[in-house]
């Protein structure tokens, strides 16, 4: 062969092998080879074996008889339409045992894509006997709603022509279902459950008979009336999709289902694929509304598609799982934080001296992304600066929190801002500490102290206090006192409090205008710690005797802020108050009574007189005296108007005047100086005295 044509065949070759390798998966025969065995009086067309032949390609075929050994054998491959399978059945068989014993049947099947597998089934004829029933093939009518479990459906009868016992039956149905049992030894199908729940009008159940050596197979159709009505879906299977961003407790499907059994009670299930995410959805069966889970949230990046299956019944049927596809669509989120609080610290200092970075962690559900930090206004942040790229703080003022000048304490908002301005945030809690940074100070240079030989050991002479614009301890100080003068420290002394004491008097020891200099230090108790420092002239100065006048400060005492004195002046008003009572009753007595301190009245009361006291009865006290006839004289009348009544006691009671009498001045007809008499108008001569009362006003 020359070179051109070894090239050809290659090339031939070649072409064959890719053709081949490009060739499908070829069908494939499950339990071939076997054999069956049919009677020898089979006359019918029956089945007698089921191929089972798959194709990975899930290809189309057709399956036929080859060949077959005797030739021009009696049998065929058939599809039942059905089930769909190819089955090797009898064709009007007569067949003899005597000459043809046997036969060998090689099935083929054609994808029609070059694949042609073959498998041999063996046919072994069984020498004069046959297999019949006897009143299969046959339909059946049952009303569904009606018909209980182990209720009779049929009773299959068939026959072996040798007697060949016993005789077993077995069935299948076509569509499949559970609803239909058959007993093995007398052929009786009943029910296995009640009909209601069966959802096929129609069963075909394929009863198969054996004697051990022949199986003959036949079929049964089951035809049901008042079948129950199956529950479905009508908006379902489908296909939704969602945004990742999509809020928690959105409504993402509502379900519609149907029944045509009028009052229908129907109930639904729902599952989620992968199972790990059932609680990503909530499935209301009174809404039939599927939602996303309060709390919950999508996250494309994570996973971007979910499978969820319904089913719905009416406790007789059930329809599904059926299909609900959730998409998710990637949207752009905000970037977030890995933490929701931060911690920073630092010390109170100047603008930028001092700086903390608190490590920010901030991610984006999309992936890697470019974002800036800052803070949000509000809550002292301005006082407070960050980089936008590092994350670092620091002072943005001189921060200073001594004596409450600004908070110890912020707590800030920190926002991370991606390119497309959406936002996260998160909170940074900002302690600042106290820092020793202000000395103790003094408000002069040199400060002056005068001591005179006056002036007690021990004494406080003054005190030169120093001023720390820190708080807290920082601002808490000490003092001490030093002088190069040795004879200064043995009279004076500097005392913590910043005080100038008196040691020893100094009269006798230093001359007067004697000026001792200490050096004064503050130190405070902040670490480290601060000084400050002055100077202190103590002047040992003679003291004259000439008075010092002191000028006092003006008094801010308020009487009425005074809880002693506001008593003391109470008391005051009320003694006051009843004095003045007593003054006013007494005045009124001597007014309108006459009596000044007693009983009688006081003529002496000129402003009384034109008053007329009533008339009051008084006892008489009268001494026992011998009878006798008093001496008349001028006032002889005396007697007779007396308010007294006469002396004489012989006059009867109903002539004497009435012993009251009136007191106040009276009239005297013979008296020259107006008819009235006053005290001063009667000559007073001692006389005897007579036991009984008498007037004071006539005396």
Same mark, same amino acid.
């Given at each position: ?141 049952? /009303?569904?709603? =009606?018909? #209980?479990?182990?209720?009779?459906? %049929? *009773?299959? !009868? $068939?026959?072996?022509? &040798?007697?060949? @016992? ?80 999509? /809020?928690?407790? =959105?409504? #993402?499907?509502?379900?519609?289902? %149907? *029944?045509? !059994? $009028?009052?229908?009670? &129907?109930?639904? @299930? ?80 100047? /603008? ?348």
């Amino acid at each position: 062969m020359d070179r051109r044509a070894e090239t050809v065949l290659c090339l031939y070759v070649l072409v064959l092998g890719l053709l081949r390798g490009c060739q499908g998966a070829a069908p494939q025969f499950g339990g071939l080879p076997t054999s069956v065995t049919v009677g020898e009086q089979e006359t019918a067309d029956r089945l007698i074996y089921t191929l089972t032949v798959t194709d990975a390609d899930n290809d189309p075929f057709n399956c036929d008889i080859s060949t077959s050994t005797p030739a021009a054998a009696p049998f065929r491959v058939l599809k039942d339409p059905v089930t769909n399978k190819f089955g090797v059945y009898t064709n009007s068989p007569t067949f003899n045992f005597g000459t043809d014993p046997t036969y060998q049947l090689t099935v083929q099947c054609d994808d029609n894509t070059g694949n042609k597998p073959t498998a041999v089934l063996s046919v072994d004829i069984l020498d004069g006997d046959k297999i019949t029933f006897t009143n299969i093939p046959a339909t059946t009518t049952h /009303a569904a709603l =009606t018909t #209980l479990v182990n209720s009779a459906i %049929f *009773d299959v !009868d $068939a026959t072996d022509l &040798l007697g060949h @016992t016993p005789l077993t039956y077995t069935i299948t149905s076509i569509p499949a279902t559970t609803s239909f049992q058959i007993d093995g030894t007398t052929g009786a199908i009943t029910t296995a459950r009640d009909l209601k729940f069966e959802t096929n009008s129609a069963i075909d159940l394929y009863v198969t008979v054996s004697d051990g050596s022949i199986a003959v197979t036949e079929k049964l159709r089951v035809q049901l009336t008042d079948l129950n009505n199956v529950p479905t879906f009508t908006n379902l299977p489908a296909t939704i999709s969602q945004n990742e961003d999509t /809020a928690s407790g =959105t409504v #993402l499907y509502t379900l519609t289902s %149907f *029944d045509a !059994d $009028a009052g229908a009670t &129907l109930s639904y @299930t729902m599952t989620v694929n992968p199972p790990a995410y059932s609680g990503l959805f909530t499935f209301a069966t009174n809404t039939l509304q599927l939602s996303l889970t309060a709390g919950q949230t999508f996250d494309y990046e994570t996973r971007s598609s979910f499978t969820v299956s319904f089913t719905v019944t009416d406790t007789m049927a059930t329809t599904g799982p059926i299909d609900l596809t959730v998409n998710i669509n990637n949207i752009n989120e905000a970037c977030y934080f890995d933490k929701t609080y931060y911690y920073v610290t630092l010390a109170e200092a100047t /603008a930028g001296s001092v700086t903390y970075n608190p490590n920010f962690l901030v991610r984006d559900y999309d992936g890697a992304a470019a974002y800036t930090l800052s803070f949000a206004a509000g809550n002292n942040s301005n006082r407070f600066s960050i980089d936008a790229n590092s994350g670092i703080i620091s002072f943005a003022v001189d921060y200073n929190i001594d004596n409450g000048a600004m908070p110890s304490s912020v707590i800030l908002t920190v926002v991370c801002t991606d390119t497309t301005s959406k936002t996260g945030t998160s909170k940074v809690e900002v302690t600042i500490t106290d820092v020793n940074d202000n000395a103790p100070s003094f408000a002069q240079s040199t400060y002056s102290i005068t001591v005179d030989q006056y002036d007690a050991p021990g004494s406080l002479m003054g005190t030169i206090s120093p001023t720390d614009a820190d708080s807290g301890v920082n601002g808490e100080f000490s003092c001490s006192g030093s002088s190069t003068a040795s004879s200064a420290t043995t009279y004076y002394s500097i005392g913590a409090d910043c005080g100038v004491y008196l040691l020893s008097s100094p009269s006798g020891n230093l001359d007067y205008g004697t000026i001792s200099r200490f050096t004064i230090t503050a130190v405070d108790k902040g670490s480290p710690s601060l000084t400050g420092t002055t100077y202190v002239d103590i002047i040992y100065k003679e003291a004259t005797t000439t008075t010092t006048t002191t000028t006092a400060a003006p008094s801010t005492y308020n009487f009425w802020d005074d809880s002693g004195a506001v008593a003391a002046f109470s008391i005051a008003m009320v003694l006051g108050t009843i004095l003045l009572a007593a003054l006013l009753y007494y005045l009124l007595r001597c007014c309108f009574t006459g009596m000044c301190c007693g009983p009688e009245p006081c003529d002496f009361m000129e402003c009384c007189r034109s008053y007329e006291r009533p008339r009051r009865l008084q006892r008489r006290l009268v001494t026992p005296e011998k009878s006798k006839r008093p001496r008349r004289d001028d006032f002889d009348y005396w007697r007779e108007d007396s308010d007294y009544g006469s002396l004489d006691k012989h006059e009867p009671p109903s002539r004497r005047p009435s012993p009251a009498r009136v007191h106040g001045p009276r009239e005297y007809k013979d008296l020259p100086n107006g008819n009235r008499l006053t005290p001063t108008d009667i000559e007073f001569q001692p006389r005897r005295l007579v036991s009984r009362p008498m007037a004071l006003s006539y005396y």
